[in-house]
T-cell receptor, first 114, second 116 residues
Framework: DQQVKQNSPSLSVQEGRISILNCDYT??????FLWYKKYPAEGPTFLIS?????DKNEDGRFTVFLNKSAKHLSLHIVPSQPGDSAVYFC?????????????FGQGTRLTINP | NAGVTQTPKFQVLKTGQSMTLQCAQD?????MYWYRQDPGMGLRLIYY???????DKGEVPNGYNVSRLNKREFSLRLESAAPSQTSVYFC???????????????FGEGSRLTVL
């Protein structure tokens, strides 16, 4: 079963507008949530994270919101830039037997149109 | 400052052949991971190693074996490749310590494997 879900395979946004990427999870034991960005032919790179005890974390143009009651998080990018075009993966972290494991969503392909 | 290095970057195998994907990190990280990426499936954990000398199964371990050769190196072996193992494989290591920042994984560039 998919513990972390990104239900939108793709999203297209005009340059300068806000991009909102969504992610849902089922396991209440997740303690941290992260967003990764991936360009073609490259490995994913870390973007931003949030602890399960917070509801918002901001880093420049990127803000992640966490709604624990709804088991939902979202990544806001504002303003969106052409270089933001990439695949974005949501991930959730859980500590199991002393080891930190990340569970990833399916990814959302974001395209920023000029 | 190489980070995580994977080899080979591309490989084509015939069904039943074996091969090993190599991974090395130079960041002195304790934990290392192997993921596979398939369309519509995201990144799925195959095996991980929380520290030198230990390995554990992830979500999709069948058909794979791993070796944590030392702190730097973590290899993934396919003993008898199958077409279902056609995928892009990513090795990653995790920042040491506890807390939020330790969720950050550093990924290699990936190894694209095709099994015919």
């Amino acid at each position: 079963d998919q513990q972390v879900k990104q239900n939108s395979p793709s999203l297209s946004v005009q340059e300068g507008r806000i991009s909102i990427l969504n992610c849902d999870y089922t396991n209440s034991m997740f303690d941290y949530f992260l967003w990764y960005k991936k360009y073609p032919a490259e490995g994913p790179t870390f973007l931003i994270s949030i602890s399960s005890i917070k509801d918002k974390n901001e880093d420049g143009r990127f803000t992640v919101f966490l709604n624990k009651s709804a088991k939902h998080l979202s990544l806001h990018i504002v303003p969106s830039q052409p270089g933001d075009s990439a695949v974005y993966f949501c991930a959730a972290s859980v500590l199991i037997q002393g080891a930190q494991k990340l569970v990833f969503g399916q990814g959302t392909r974001l395209t920023i149109n000029p | 400052n190489a980070g995580v290095t994977q080899t080979p970057k591309f490989q084509v195998l015939k069904t039943g052949q074996s091969m090993t994907l190599q991974c090395a990190q130079d960041m002195n990280h304790n934990s290392m991971y192997w993921y596979r990426q398939d369309p519509g499936m995201g990144l799925r954990l195959i095996y991980y190693s929380a520290s030198e000398g230990t390995t554990d199964k992830g979500e999709v371990p069948n058909g794979y074996n791993v070796s944590r050769l030392n702190k730097r190196e973590f290899s993934l072996r396919l003993e008898s490749a199958a077409p279902s193992q056609t995928s892009v494989y990513f090795c990653a290591s995790r920042r040491n310590g506890q807390g939020m920042n330790t969720g950050e994984l550093f990924f290699g560039e990936g190894s694209r494997l095709t099994v015919l």
